[in-house]
């Protein structure tokens, strides 16, 4: 697949994955025709802003967070949704959300990066009761904020605990319902998940751990959660945030290889001039080939880039993706920074420091090597453990040399 041959690309999903690949091709000296297609009406946002700062800075407004396209030379069609993909006449079909107009696309180079929709309850929801993933998400949510309500949120992962976190930070009455025994047990481990638990006790959040949700009271407007158990959790307002899931019906169909996102190669090609990229693409991990999909901010930029690459390679040899992406979580006086893709059931070490503390260095490792590491109160370590991360490094020798003495003694 030579640069030569590329004519023009389309990009599906004006995401973060999306707007970067644009920029990736324009950066490589790519001088075609690039159309971006969006299914929101307004451009994408900054999205670890949406649980963060977002809800806690009232003058903050969502054009602050927009994204926008790096190079103007880019054509971007926002309030348009895919709906699926001709391989055999190499076309996208498209619809005009606010026409409804149906059209066709033609397609030469394809970049996939539709991203993920936030996973819903299997059963009736009421008014009152959110998702968060979208600015127009945020700015609901932020607005019932302001009446002082009672918050329930279901789901004591990344996006739940900081909404929590939040939304103590603005004085609210919150409680957390988690269906795990810990927050964040699956990713982090239930040692790590154990230290959570006493963060969010320490700041004022009620928890229900290992409690399934039932359904939501209320009729007009939500009253409260019913767990599995029979209790009622009362609530003015309600936040799930169950996870999310690859945005891939439209491709259903198509012949693509889709399970759980777009199957890629290891070097984010999908089929001849298909490339995929972000929360939607799935593919081998460099350490061992185990298929991922990862919905990280900082893997979707870096894969972004990764994909324009593929898409431009001389002869169709591109390299694989193999980059140690970080992804960083603010809770209430606590910065977690997850290193690498750690997997159930890989060792779990404290490295440094005292996790009951909350001021350490995870280690994550498999068959003795280093495959990621989470830094709890310890932002001034993280080159250090993202090199380890990045060369697999072997597990109980000498640990990592120090970034900086000054900030390594730092309290």
């Known amino acids: 697949m030579a640069r030569e041959h590329l004519r023009h690309v389309s990009v599906v999903g004006a995401s973060a994955a999306g707007l970067s690949a644009a920029h990736g091709l324009r950066r490589r000296g790519f001088e075609g025709p690039i159309t971006?297609?969006?299914?929101?009406?307004?451009?994408?946002?900054?999205?670890?802003?949406?649980?963060?700062?977002?809800?806690?800075?009232?003058?903050?407004?969502?054009?602050?967070?927009?994204?926008?396209?790096?190079?103007?030379?880019?054509?971007?069609?926002?309030?348009?949704?895919?709906t699926g993909l001709d391989l055999a006449k190499r076309c996208l079909l498209l619809t005009d959300k606010d026409s409804g107009r149906h059209y066709t696309h033609s397609v030469d180079g394809l970049v996939i990066a539709t991203g993920?929709?936030?996973?819903?309850?299997?059963?009736?929801?009421?008014?009152?009761?959110?998702?968060?993933?979208?600015?127009?998400?945020?700015v609901a949510f932020r607005a019932e904020l302001v009446h002082e309500p009672r918050v329930v949120i279901v789901g004591a992962g990344f996006v739940g605990s900081e909404v929590a976190s939040s939304c103590r930070s603005l004085g609210l009455d919150v409680t957390l319902v988690e269906a795990a025994a810990t927050p964040m047990e699956r990713v982090l481990g239930p040692e790590v998940g154990e230290a959570l638990v006493g963060l969010h006790r320490d700041h004022g959040t009620r928890l229900h751990l290992g409690a399934g949700v039932a359904g939501f009271t209320g009729d007009d407007r939500v009253t409260g959660v019913r767990l599995a158990g029979g209790e009622v959790v009362p609530a003015d307002v309600v936040m799930v945030g169950v996870g999310a899931r690859p945005a891939t019906d439209w491709l259903h169909g198509s012949g693509l290889p889709v399970e759980d996102g777009v199957l890629c190669g290891a070097d984010l090609a999908v089929a001849d001039r298909i490339v995929a990229a972000g929360d939607v693409a799935r593919w081998p991990h460099h350490s061992d080939g185990t298929l991922v999909r990862?919905?990280?901010?900082?893997?979707?930029?870096?894969?972004?880039?990764?994909?324009a690459a593929t898409l431009l390679a001389a002869g169709g040899q591109a390299a694989a993706f193999a980059e140690t992406t970080m992804f960083w979580s603010d809770q209430y006086d606590c910065k977690l920074q997850l290193i690498g893709h750690p997997r159930p059931g890989d060792l779990v070490t404290v490295a440094e420091g005292d996790l009951t503390q909350r001021?350490?260095?995870?280690?994550?490792?498999r068959s003795g090597r280093t495959t990621g590491a989470l830094l709890v109160g310890s932002p001034h370590r993280l080159r250090a453990y993202r090199e380890a991360v990045r060369s697999a490094a072997p597990v109980g020798g000498a640990r990592p040399a120090p970034d900086d003495p000054a900030l390594s003694n730092a309290s």
């Open 116 to 138: 993920a929709a936030p996973r819903t309850l299997p059963m009736r929801t009421p008014p009152g009761v959110h998702v968060l993933r979208t600015v127009a998400d945020a």
């Open 36 to 82: 971006v297609f969006g299914d929101e009406p307004e451009a994408a946002c900054q999205r670890p802003a949406l649980s963060k700062r977002f809800l806690t800075a009232g003058d903050l407004q969502p054009d602050d967070i927009r994204m926008r396209a790096a190079t103007e030379d880019v054509r971007v069609e926002l309030g348009v949704r895919a």
């Open 359 to 365: 001021r350490c260095a995870v280690v994550y490792s």
């Open 294 to 307: 990862v919905e990280h901010w900082e893997n979707a930029l870096r894969q972004a880039d990764a994909a």
